[in-house]
């Protein structure tokens, strides 16, 4: 199993717009990607790891397949579709990184 995460800095005065990325978005990226996407989730950044230290990233998400062949395969037919969309939710540049789950 691998994790896909796409992570969004928190920036001052960058826009994210966490409704349409959790309610839009992010089901359309599933919806897209179908059965080589087995899960995700979105997680909206609340505080950093210190007390009173901002989130360091503002929203990320976490695509679970079964390999990196799964996650392109489902993802790359709809790759310029799915990013063309980032416009609609953010002016943020997401951090991308894919990771192998070795516990979950």
Same mark, same amino acid.
């Given at each position: +199993?691998?994790?896909?995460?796409? +992570? &969004?800095?928190?920036?001052?005065?960058?826009?994210? @717009?966490?409704? %349409? &990325?959790?309610?839009?978005? +992010?089901?359309?990226?599933?919806?897209?990607?179908? @059965?080589?996407?087995?899960? &995700?989730?979105?997680?909206?950044?609340?505080?950093?790891?210190?007390?009173?230290?901002?989130?360091? &990233?503002?929203?990320?998400?976490?695509?679970?397949? /079964?390999?990196? @062949?799964?996650?392109?395969?489902?993802?790359?037919?709809?790759?310029?579709?799915? +990013? *063309? /969309?980032?416009?609609? %939710?953010? /002016?943020? *540049?997401?951090?991308?990184?894919?990771? /192998?789950?070795?516990?979950?």
């Amino acid at each position: +199993m691998i994790k896909v995460s796409v +992570m &969004y800095p928190n920036v001052p005065g960058a826009r994210f @717009d966490h409704a %349409y &990325y959790a309610e839009k978005h +992010m089901p359309m990226v599933k919806a897209k990607m179908g @059965d080589s996407c087995k899960s &995700y989730t979105v997680d909206k950044g609340i505080a950093g790891g210190i007390p009173g230290a901002p989130a360091t &990233y503002v929203a990320m998400c976490h695509l679970f397949c /079964d390999s990196v @062949d799964a996650f392109q395969a489902g993802f790359g037919p709809h790759v310029k579709e799915i +990013m *063309a /969309d980032i416009k609609n %939710y953010t /002016d943020l *540049a997401p951090v991308i990184q894919i990771s /192998d789950v070795v516990v979950g």
